[in-house]
């Protein structure tokens, strides 16, 4: 069974440029989490997808929104991007909400706003 | 608000000996507590769990404790190996907004 993969893996954007970033979870997950890692804050939860609804949020900006499709894939938007936006973002499957001990990660999105 | 502390950052321990990684949360209705191993380079991965109906768990070399009473959890490697070396995160599952909130991290080097 294939992992959960995320596109791209690389990215790099200037300030106040938007970028979107994809994923794929596990065949048959249904749920998708989304994690901002930096070097200082460590694993920030960002959002939770499950059957297209946003289940939960984390203290982020408006800047930071997300949707899940039909076929579980997930995407995450930034709009008008900020210095510190840069940082690694990780999506994480399950199978379903709350199965966290079911959960995977992605390889992550590297982002580098200049 | 939701919190998770994490202690040390750092932790440097000789092959063999044992390594302890030590988590405070401020949430009292968390349920749920892993711990996840993230190489240099690589994706986080889950290495143990514990619910909070469970005061300790082991897998082999790693253990984890709960004590509920005091919010805190702690990992515990014992005979630690080189292929140890990585960064270590605890999280809690927020018990009234189910949310992961994840620590700072712990590197931890097992010098051979």
């Known amino acids: 069974k294939a992992g959960v993969t995320q596109t791209p893996r690389y990215l790099i954007k200037t300030r106040g440029q938007q970028v979107t970033l994809s994923c794929s979870p596990i065949?048959?997950?249904?749920?998708v989490s989304w994690y901002q890692q930096t070097p200082g804050q460590g694993l920030q939860f960002l959002f939770e997808y499950f059957s297209e609804t946003q289940r939960n949020k984390g203290n982020f900006p408006g800047r930071f929104s997300g949707r899940q499709f039909s076929n579980s894939r997930s995407e995450m938007n930034v709009s008008t991007l900020e210095l510190g936006d840069s940082a690694l973002y990780l999506c994480a499957s399950s199978p379903g909400p709350e199965s966290y001990n079911e959960q995977f990660f992605g390889p992550g999105t590297r982002l580098t706003v200049l | 608000g939701e919190n998770v502390e994490q202690h040390p950052s750092t932790l440097s321990v000789q092959e063999g000996d044992s390594a302890v990684i030590k988590c405070t949360y401020s949430?009292?209705?968390?349920?749920?507590f892993p711990w996840y191993k993230q190489e240099l380079g690589k994706r986080p991965q889950l290495i143990i769990d514990?619910?909070?109906?469970?005061g300790e768990k082991k897998d082999q070399r790693i253990a984890v404790t709960l004590n509920k009473t005091a919010k805190h959890f702690s990992l515990h490697i014992t005979e630690t190996q080189p292929e140890d070396s990585a960064v270590y995160f605890c999280a809690a599952l927020t018990g009234s907004s189910y949310k992961l909130i994840f620590g700072s991290g712990t590197r931890l080097l097992v010098r051979p």
């Open positions: 065949s048959g997950h249904r749920s």
């Open positions: 949430d009292s209705a968390s349920n749920y």
């Open positions: 514990i619910r909070s109906n469970v």
